[in-house]
């Protein structure tokens, strides 16, 4: 039996704790917690994923700013702008939206951004911390997809095969690093493996982040896998669609992602989720 995989429901429980958190600390008459946006020029991906995290913090009463800058914003004014950001006591999170313009060197804007304000999980202490098994922030997407295998009841990954295809900094590399923390066995595939579709049907976790529309087929799958799909992209009609073709595998596995609904909705409810993570660091809730 095939199951969908709603990363858009399991978003909303996350998004409801929070929720309450948020409505408690007004209550209490407490700083409320801020994320704050940077995105530099037009993008239309990149635009519409920022007005998800908007909405997002509207809906469960976060404070947030977006900070739109225009495509020929220089590297010292837009580093301005993060310095400035690292020292407003009012921000919890910083995010700096991907892909940057051409022109700015995305590394040194996200080195100069507090990694205690980095809730991407993209600063190169955050990853190491990941690395080391003692993390503080992980990377949105990836934190949301182990989220979802673990409501799933699959949480200690040990004698399983995981097989991740695309080695993306923000998706690919770090899920390979969280499912290996979980015990998985991980195989890491890209545009440079051979026989690709043979090494991904030994996967019983398959996660697909490349961004072609439909290129995974049942021809890519071992039966019975779970099929986490992080690709979103627009077919030859203009409708939205991930890296596997939906359709084709959906009979075969035992839970697939759908696209839309799937995984984007969960990363952003982990950033919200860091975000407050943030907050409560920030105000030593934990006495740490
Ligand atoms: N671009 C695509 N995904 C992401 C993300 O999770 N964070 C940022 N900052 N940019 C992105």
């Known amino acids: 039996m095939s199951e969908i ?18 409505d ?21 991906s990149s635009l519409s994923y920022v007005t998800g995290k908007e909405k997002a913090c509207s809906a469960i009463g976060m404070d947030h700013e977006l900070i739109h800058l225009p495509e020929q914003t220089t590297q010292s004014e837009l ?81 399983k095969e995981a097989v991740v295809i695309g080695r993306s900094n923000i998706v690919g590399k770090p899920v390979a690093q969280l499912l290996l923390n979980k015990n998985a066995t991980v195989t890491v ?38 099929v986490i799909d992080v690709g979103v992209n627009r077919d030859e009609h203009n409708k939205l669609c991930g890296d596997v073709d939906f359709e084709d595998v959906k009979d075969m596995v035992s839970y697939i992602t759908p696209v839309p609904k799937g995984v984007g909705p969960m990363t952003i409810a982990m950033l919200l989720e860091n975000t407050m993570e943030s907050y409560k660091r920030r105000e030593n809730i934990y006495g740490i």
């Open 24 to 44: 408690q600390l007004r209550l209490q008459q407490k700083r409320i917690p801020k994320l704050v946006v940077v995105l530099v020029g037009d993008n239309p």
């Open 79 to 159: 580093m301005n702008v993060v310095q400035r950001l690292n020292q407003d006591a009012a921000v919890d999170g910083i995010l700096v939206q991907l892909p940057l313009p051409k022109h700015l060197q995305e590394r040194e804007i996200l080195l100069a951004i507090d990694p205690k304000k980095d809730v991407d999980g993209f600063h190169p202490y955050n990853i190491g911390r990941m690395m080391m098994q003692d993390p503080v922030y992980l990377p949105c997407t990836p934190k949301g997809i182990i989220y979802m295998l673990e409501t799933i009841g699959l949480d200690d990954l040990s004698g």
């Open 189 to 226: 595939c890209h545009s440079q493996t051979k026989d690709i579709k043979e090494v991904a049907k030994r996967g019983d976790i398959l996660v697909v982040a490349v961004g072609k529309p439909r290129l995974i087929n049942h021809e890519w799958i071992k039966k019975g896998a779970v």
């Open 5 to 22: 995989l709603y990363g858009s429901e399991i978003a909303q429980t996350v998004k409801d704790g929070l929720k309450k958190e948020l």
